[in-house]
Nanobody, 119 residues
Framework: QVQLVESGGGLVQPGGSLRLSCAAS????????MNWYRQAPGKQRELVAV???????NYGDSVKGRFTISRDNAKNTVYLQMNSLKPEDTAVYYC?????????????WGQGTQVTVSS
């Protein structure tokens, strides 16, 4: 079993910043991509950012230039630095990883952390 523990969500004013963290533990041999998704009320879950095992990154159009994804492979942890936050960034943010164990590939999700941007 793999556990993903997210932290760092909360309430912030427009223009503010937050840093999310997601630590993976358990039966993991090799983590490939580490991703952040978000889901706002009444909307579909959308991909926010992706980071490969080699450090290559990709971002959703709505967050480019404002959010930065990074990872610490020694700690099996992925981060999402969110700057210049807007009310439309309000959502539950989910961590997601693709990893291998026992020669098989798996995908795992965190429990989600609420981010609310409001004055």
């Amino acid at each position: 079993q793999v556990q993903l523990v997210e932290s760092g969500g909360g309430l912030v004013q427009p223009g503010g910043s937050l840093r999310l963290s997601c630590a993976a533990s358990g039966r993991i041999f090799n983590i490939n991509a580490m991703n952040w998704y978000r889901q706002a009320p009444g909307k579909q879950r959308e991909l926010v950012a992706v980071i490969s095992s080699g450090g290559n990154t990709n971002y959703g159009d709505s967050v480019k230039g404002r959010f930065t994804i990074s990872r610490d492979n020694a700690k099996n942890t992925v981060y999402l630095q969110m700057n210049s936050l807007k009310p439309e960034d309000t959502a539950v943010y989910y961590c997601n990883i693709n990893y291998k164990f026992g020669g098989l590939a798996y995908n795992s999700w965190g429990q989600g952390t609420q981010v609310t941007v409001s004055s």
